[in-house]
């Protein structure tokens, strides 16, 4: 068995950003950002999205950070280890338990990505003119549905068997650059569309006619949930940082990444739609409604419009399936190592133990339409803003403000002042518990 004293790290800082930023960029960024800002007031949603990065997203995932490095253990191990003799723990297990259960039905979309890639590569889409239809014949396809879910969750499983450095690492220092990459090729694509202005002008124009009451509760909503607040990874990966990994540098590198992302993806689907779509309104309302019908219905309708279309089509399922990989992969990381290091089962049977409880639920997804909902509901609406709630909490007011000022400082090696750390609290204190709190519910409401 290995010694689990000897704990990895992350062997540059490039690959810290890389995984970090991997973790906090999936498909939440390509369908869930645009739906809401379509939804609320285009431009306006962004600058207050952005807000809410600033004010309660990157000092969160600061704290995930920091309990993740004092500790140097998973995420139910850093909790217990950081306050012993308490029931803090159960806040570390909520994230594993969260992580494990977005797998559950996050692997089947994921399949349904790779469906997609074949398809466009094959010519497939280029022929279809039902998409709906299409789309529906794969979800009732219930072998093939489940065949391409295994197919993902096991090439997550090859890189978290490759280990920390030789797989968590290097995949992200190759798979976010090329993420990038596929992007910009879009983007660029796009916004030379005829007609394509009408989109941009949507997306960066403000438009007070169609702010919501609730864009600021949607804005803080969105930002949890892209950056990966409460379910683990953060916590997990800043357990693999170094002494030298600067917390709030990172937390602000990855933020600004996970949000260029989602803006840029916003610059592939709103020109595109307005450029290729006669019905601006009907347009909307699609974007608006977002999820899966999105990604698998009105856009594949739109590339297939575009000449080249079998071109585009790949490109952007390639990019749907790469942004997925760097997400699963960090929450089938948060799962594995609490197994490994709490149970000291070896890590690679704690890989494949994972991969085979994530298939069963997949499974069941797969079958239950109404499970798959439950698993997502559940997670998104229940147990990310519980988590996200205790972990400003515990670093609030558990931990020891030395250990914290310490953490953020690196030993003194950064100079930060008082008054950065007094605001830093204040917010973990008072106004993101509270912010929380509103979103839950909220939430529960809608």
């Keep these: 068995m290995e010694n689990l004293k000897k704990r990895a790290t992350f062997a540059s800082k490039i690959g810290v950003v890389a995984a970090a930023a991997g973790s906090a960029i999936g498909l939440g960024n390509i369908w869930r950002f645009p ?75 994921c399949g349904w990505t790779l469906v997609y890639f074949f398809q466009s590569l094959s010519g497939h889409l280029s022929g279809v003119t039902d998409f709906t239809a299409n789309f529906t014949a794969l979800q009732d396809n219930h072998v093939k549905q489940i065949g391409w879910m295994i197919v993902f969750t096991f090439l997550t499983t090859f890189f978290i068997l490759s280990g920390v450095k030789k797989g968590i690492e290097r995949s992200a220092k190759i798979l976010m650059p090329l993420l990038f990459l596929l992007l910009v090729i879009l983007a660029i694509r796009a916004i030379t569309l005829d ?58 590198q990855v933020s600004v990444l996970d949000t260029l992302v989602a803006v840029l993806a916003g610059m592939v689907i709103f020109p595109a739609a307005f450029a290729l779509t006669a019905n601006h309104g009907t347009i909307v309302d699609s974007l608006v409604a977002g999820g899966p019908g999105l990604l698998f219905i009105t856009l594949p309708e739109l590339f297939n419009q575009m000449p080249g279309s079998m071109i585009w089509s790949a490109l952007f399922f390639c990019l749907l399936a790469l942004a997925a990989l760097t997400s699963t992969i960090s929450l089938m990381e948060v799962v594995t190592v609490y197994i490994h290091e709490e149970y000291r089962i070896p890590r690679r049977s704690s890989t494949l133990l994972v991969a085979v409880g994530v298939i069963v639920l997949g499974v069941i997804s797969s079958f239950s339409p109404s499970f798959f909902n439950f698993l997502d509901v559940s997670s998104a609406k229940f147990m990310l803003p519980i988590g996200g709630f205790f972990i400003s909490l515990f670093v609030g007011w558990r931990l020891d403000r030395q250990l914290v000022y310490a953490q953020l400082t690196n030993e003194g090696a950064l100079k930060f002042g008082v008054g950065f750390l007094k605001t830093y609290i204040f917010l973990l204190r008072y106004v993101a518990p509270i912010a929380i709190l509103a979103i839950f519910i909220y939430g529960l409401a809608a």
């Design 35 to 109: 739906s809401q800002t379509a939804d609320s007031g285009g431009a306006i949603f962004i600058l207050v999205y952005i807000g809410c990065i600033l004010f309660f997203g990157i000092p969160l995932m600061v704290s995930e950070f920091l309990v993740g490095r004092a500790s140097r253990a998973n995420t139910a191990g850093a909790y217990h280890k950081l306050a012993p003799g308490t029931q803090w723990k159960w806040v570390g297990r909520l994230g594993v338990l969260t992580g494990f259960v977005i797998m559950g039905f996050y692997m089947v979309v």
């Design 195 to 252: 007609g394509a202005v009408e989109g941009l002008n949507f997306l960066f124009k403000p438009d007070l006619a169609h702010v919501k009451p609730t864009v600021f509760l949607d804005a803080m909503g969105q930002s949890f949930f892209s950056l990966s607040i409460g379910m683990g990874c953060m916590v997990t990966y800043g357990s693999y940082f170094n002494d030298k990994t600067p917390l709030v540098k990172t937390s602000v």
